[in-house]
């Protein structure tokens, strides 16, 4: 599976704004890394990589790195899919087991999580920023955008998370929390943003 940087768009809609690319003096992702073995389907298992830094060293197997490669929907592969709950028939996960860890080449500060998702999808999530990963602060729990809330949920949605309480960090950590599904999730990519609602975009 080939992955390619560039600049990606999101498709205009009512509840969600529009996306330009950052400036170029914007802040990069320079790693992105969860759990080994923590997905039980995405490219993650696929490729066997849990944990990558940018640039890429094996463009054609980003492994968890797909998560904030550019979205070529309706062809596209799931960067996290996964059916573990803490109890069987609830909508919690393991925040344990579904958590997302962001590297930047210098301290920033994440507003928002933009995630193109399945109809199975992420509700609720958990944001924590720090300088290391053994000090991380809490920015706040963000439930999915109204616009999407209100919505049926579709394949390829794009959600915002909103966190309270951004803070300027170098590491940046997802826990997601809850599904709107018992039946598990997928998620296709899932872009953090800065304060001026624009993605950041991967060190190249």
């Not at 690319?21 to 990069?28: G, H, M, Q, T, Y």
């Not at 039980?40 to 990589?49: A, I, K, R, V």
């Not at 300027?168 to 809850?178: G, I, K, N, T, Y």
Request: negative net charge; aromatic residues 10%.
């Amino acid at each position: 599976m080939a992955f390619v940087l560039g600049t990606s768009h999101a498709p205009a809609a009512l509840h969600f704004p529009s996306v330009e690319p950052p400036p170029a003096e914007s802040a990069r992702i320079t790693s992105v890394a969860m759990p080994v073995g923590s997905m039980d389907g995405g490219t993650p298992l696929e490729d066997q990589s849990w944990s990558v830094t940018f640039p890429l060293s094996k463009p054609d197997a980003p492994g968890i790195g797909y998560l904030v490669a550019p979205e070529k929907l309706p062809d596209d592969g799931l960067a996290l899919h996964d059916h573990h709950f803490l109890k069987p028939g609830t909508r919690f996960l393991d925040p344990r087991r579904s958590v997302v860890t962001y590297g930047f080449d210098r301290e920033t500060a994440v507003l928002e999580l933009e995630m193109l998702q399945h109809n199975n999808a992420i509700s609720r999530i958990e944001g924590f920023a720090g300088n290391d990963e053994d000090e991380m602060v809490s920015v706040g729990i963000a439930s999915i955008d109204p616009g999407c809330f209100r919505a049926e949920y579709y394949e390829g949605q794009h959600c915002l998370f909103t966190f309270p309480h951004p803070r300027r960090a170098r590491l940046f950590r997802v826990e997601m929390l809850e599904t709107n599904s018992p039946q598990g999730f997928a998620v296709f990519r899932a872009y953090p943003r800065g304060m001026d609602h624009r993605r950041y975009l991967p060190l190249r």
